[in-house]
């Protein structure tokens, strides 16, 4: 610990003032401790019954394969899914101010693009001046508490190696302009003080077979500035997250944010 | 540290009070600190019994940090006096719930670093994180409980 650590540990002894006495507690971790083993030693008992059951069963199955079968296999039944609806709001957008800054430096505009909000998402459509689409910019916010692994795209089951922004922004960004219908610049961010996760992606017009108008409208080093700027992080609601009921709404990331 | 009950005990009556001091800077609790260190020692003890651990401290600890992040995953700004205590100081009140706003693994890291004292090598071995992030997780936390710590005292002092 250097010098710099100390008032944090002299605040902590503080916190402690008031700690209750320690009475029997060694002798309870040696009476949880032998609970431990005896449970230990029973779990062991009842796998080993476990298998001879495993292995009686598969005796008769065996048996029975042999005998004329007349039974009938029943019948998998149909499953219920349930979509979940998003809820729209059009109070002031917070994070419309943080990329409108961005846009307007590059001579472009942007504006909502229906549907343009749900919990933990927003989308956005940017035009020239002269009114001429140039693609979109869709966000969305997690919880991820854990350490997550950023994923690569061409090496899928490897994580990336991540960038830091100030304040504790960790992040990767991903560029893919191959694909003249689907190019995009996406940039996933992960503020570990809080693990908030923000994905922002830009892409270009889809379906149009067009290289050029393909481009989307903001670069990737912009979408990098905009996904790690502490104010769009704090632009969501505090409970906002794409996740739970309502995430079938997300948008569809080039790289999804792999959730636990 | 040998698998005989003369040396563990010895091990557990030392460490019991620091384990239960940092599982209280991590739950902000201290009825679920003593359980969690229990059952945590409790651990250690079965397990090295059986000669299944290496290093006590790196085990206990590191056990310990998990199983606080497991209880309490979902951070609920919540400080709980022992029964019986007298009044808590308001900065320490502020103190933890600032300290509990961090994620489970930034608060985890601060704890056993500026807490326990543990040097960097130790704290990743625990936490299971390389070098480089401790240091992030640190700088970060340090960072955003300061300013939670200035937002609370400007709160307070409206």
């Known amino acids: 610990m250097n010098e710099r650590s100390r008032p944090l540990t002299r605040l902590l002894e503080h916190v402690l003032e008031g700690e209750p006495d320690l009475g029997d507690e060694v002798d309870a971790v040696f009476r949880d401790a032998d609970r431990i083993r005896r449970r230990r030693t029973r779990v062991l008992l009842g796998a080993g019954a476990a298998v001879v059951a495993v292995i009686a069963a598969a005796g008769y199955l065996l048996t029975t ?17 349930t979509s979940a609806v998003p809820v729209p709001s059009s109070v002031a957008d917070p994070v419309l101010a943080v990329l409108a800054p961005v846009v307007d430096g590059k001579k472009l505009r942007i504006f909502p693009r229906p549907p343009e909000r749900g919990n933990g998402w927003r989308q956005y459509s940017i035009a020239d001046l002269d009114g001429k689409p140039r693609g979109t910019v869709e966000i969305a916010v997690y919880h991820v508490a854990e350490d997550i692994c950023f994923p690569v795209p061409t090496a899928p089951g490897k994580c990336a190696r991540t960038e830091w922004a100030p304040a504790g922004v960790e992040y990767v960004r991903y560029d893919a302009d191959q ?18 996760t923000l994905a922002v992606m830009a892409t270009g017009e889809r379906g149009t077979d067009n290289a050029s108008k393909g481009k989307p409208g903001l670069t990737g080093a ?37 959730l636990p | 540290m040998s698998g ?33 260190t ?4 409790a651990r250690v003890v079965a397990d090295t019994r059986r000669g299944a651990v290496a290093d006590p401290d790196v085990y206990a600890y590191a056990d310990l940090m998990e199983a606080c ?36 693994r930034c608060r985890a890291v601060l704890v056993l670093r500026h807490w326990d004292g543990f040097d960097v090598d130790a704290v990743g071995a625990m936490l299971d994180l390389d070098d480089e992030r401790v240091a992030a ?6 960072a955003a409980l300061q300013k939670l710590l200035l937002e609370s005292e400007a709160a307070l002092s409206a």
């Open chain 2, 4 to 36: 005989d009950d003369d040396g563990l005990r010895d091990f557990v009556a030392s460490r019991l009070p620091h384990l239960r001091r940092s599982a209280f800077l991590m739950c902000g609790d201290w009825e679920l600190a003593t359980e969690l």
């Open chain 2, 69 to 104: 992040r497991r209880r309490n995953r979902r951070r609920e700004h919540v400080f709980v006096a022992a029964a019986g205590a007298e009044g808590v100081a308001a900065e320490s009140i502020l103190l933890l719930d600032a300290l509990h706003k961090l994620a489970p």
């Open chain 2, 137 to 142: 997780y640190e700088r970060a936390g340090l």
């Open chain 1, 222 to 258: 912009q979408i990098e500035k905009i996904a790690t700027d502490q104010k769009l992080f704090d632009a969501f609601g505090p409970d906002e997250q794409c996740s739970g009921p309502s995430s079938a709404a997300c948008p569809a990331f080039r790289v999804p944010v792999p």
């Open chain 1, 179 to 196: 694909d003249r219908d689907w190019q995009v610049h996406q940039t996933i961010a992960r503020r570990i003080t809080d693990g908030r």
């Open chain 2, 38 to 41: 229990r059952a945590c020692l």
């Open chain 1, 65 to 81: 394969t042999l005998m004329p079968a007349t039974e009938t296999l029943p019948q998998p039944r149909a499953t219920v899914t």
